[in-house]
């Protein structure tokens, strides 16, 4: 009986070193700081854009983003100095330009951050925040044009 204690002890001891081994291994450094669909698309959402603001009749930018290309550009104007971000050296800031985009394609038709993500070639997650941050920047200046009734 004490020979089968000491095989199952002695296994257990060698699964247990064996868990410890596999729990130290050290994860694979990324190679990349995005994903490559990222680093593809770089500059898609501000491409979109120009190309449809360029349409003679402009169209398709008042139907992508449900105003015209004038009053995008006077939000634009506003809204930028509370959106605008920095570049670094580790990769270029989304633009004020692509970030109202986004956020105006998502209030418009209601796309969920994953279709917006292979729209504009940003990830959700950063949508997740721009989206936000875009509103607040929004409400928070345009507010005084906006007259709500005490009904």
């Not at 500059?43 to 930018?61: E, I, K, W, Y």
């Not at 809204?79 to 270029?92: F, S």
Request: hydrophobic share 45%.
């Amino acid at each position: 009986m004490s020979n089968h204690l000491q095989v199952a002890s002695a296994a257990f001891i060698v699964m247990h070193e064996l868990m410890k081994i596999k729990e130290k291994k050290v994860r694979r450094k990324r190679r990349f700081w995005r994903s490559k669909l990222y680093i593809d698309s770089e500059n898609r959402g501000a491409n979109l854009l120009n190309s449809m603001q360029s349409d003679v009749h402009s169209f398709h930018f008042q139907n992508f983003t449900r105003m015209s290309s004038a009053d995008f550009e006077k939000i634009i104007n506003v809204i930028g100095p509370k959106v605008i971000k920095q570049d670094t050296n580790m990769r270029q800031a989304i633009s004020v330009t692509v970030r109202l985009a986004v956020t105006l394609r998502f209030l418009a038709t209601g796309d969920s951050y994953s279709s917006l993500q292979y729209l504009f070639g940003i990830s959700k997650q950063i949508i997740s925040c721009i989206i936000p941050e875009v509103c607040m920047a929004i409400v928070e200046v345009l507010k005084e044009y906006v007259k709500v009734s005490n009904a």
